[in-house]
């Protein structure tokens, strides 16, 4: 038995490889590269020198790898660091307050009955329609109202719920086999241990691919903040890019260090979460 697991082992490795296949690869290779260069050029172009970068034709590798007198200077023409901590505090607000409002509205919509509810989430799906840019001077007039208007507050507040979010976590929710709701509540299990005992962890991998979108739609976010905040104080990354171009020049290398400041902490974010991303892409239902 054990040779000829072995012999049929050898023959499916030996299975030729179709030339589909190869185009295949080939032109996922591609892609690859392509999504990869514009990110390794602008990391590797802020370590070279203002005569590296201009030079025709181009070279791939800075001479001084360890050359940070970019980024010093980045650091120098604007408040990278206090921004930073504004990004940080903004992103935390959102994707903690936003994963409670989304995992408690998907529940209550998937599992809970009550007068209204398909009714209810038509009319909430319905608003996915209206552009951000139409309600943002309703969200300013609140914000002016309730005194929150230069401060971190304002760039969480309008965020604290999505739409988007709670329908894609509602769609696994109704994965989950109805009986394994009913068999807890036969137990004795109330809707709030059911929840977070049992939904949440087995939503693991798409709360993960939420709190990444989330993540990166919080951290680039740049019309809301500028008109949320006036300050150097509380205003974060994106802004300090754009402050960044027009205070501090146009050279490429100081700006390609600059950008690698804004964009790096998302990459290293995505390198992390990546293989919960693909989990919550390809996991369609329960098996088993």
């Known amino acids: 038995m054990a040779n000829k697991s072995r012999d049929t082992e050898m023959q499916i490795n030996k299975e030729p490889i179709s030339v589909g296949r190869i185009i295949m690869y080939i032109v996922l290779i591609l892609g690859a590269v392509v999504m990869i260069f514009p990110f390794y050029w602008m990391i590797t172009g802020a370590f070279k020198t203002q005569v590296e970068v201009n030079l025709m034709p181009p070279t791939l590798f800075p001479q001084n790898p360890l050359n940070i007198e970019n980024f010093v200077y980045a650091f ?3 408040p990278f660091a206090r ?4 990004s940080l505090l903004a992103l935390l607000g959102c994707i903690t307050t ?6 408690l509205a998907a529940y209550a919509f998937s599992r809970l009955r009550f007068p209204g509810r398909e009714v209810i989430f038509s009319m909430l799906l319905s608003l996915m329609m209206v552009p951000y840019e139409m309600i943002i001077i309703t969200n300013y007039r609140t914000i002016v109202q309730w005194n929150l208007h230069n401060k971190i507050w304002a760039l969480i507040l309008p965020f604290m719920s999505s739409i988007f979010y709670t329908y894609i976590l509602k769609g696994f929710f109704d994965s989950v086999p109805e009986s394994l709701y009913q068999a807890a509540k036969v137990d004795g299990c109330s809707d709030w241990k059911y929840l977070w005992r049992v939904m949440v962890p087995m939503a693991k991998s798409s709360l993960a691919t939420i709190i990444l979108l989330n993540s990166i739609a919080t951290w680039n976010s740049f019309l809301w903040p500028m008109i949320a905040t006036n300050s150097k104080d509380v205003r974060t990354l ?3 890019l754009y402050a960044f171009m027009t205070e501090g020049g146009q050279r490429n290398e100081r700006m390609m260090a600059a950008a690698t400041i804004v964009v790096l902490p998302m990459i290293i974010i995505f390198l992390f979460a990546r293989k919960y991303i693909i989990s919550g892409m ?3 239902g329960i098996k088993g």
Request: hydrophobic residues 30%; glycine residues 10%.
């Open 76 to 78: 120098q023409t604007a």
């Open 83 to 86: 921004y930073f901590v504004n």
């Open 98 to 103: 936003c994963s409670f409002t989304t995992i």
């Open 238 to 240: 994106p802004f300090g």
């Open 282 to 284: 390809s996991r369609g």
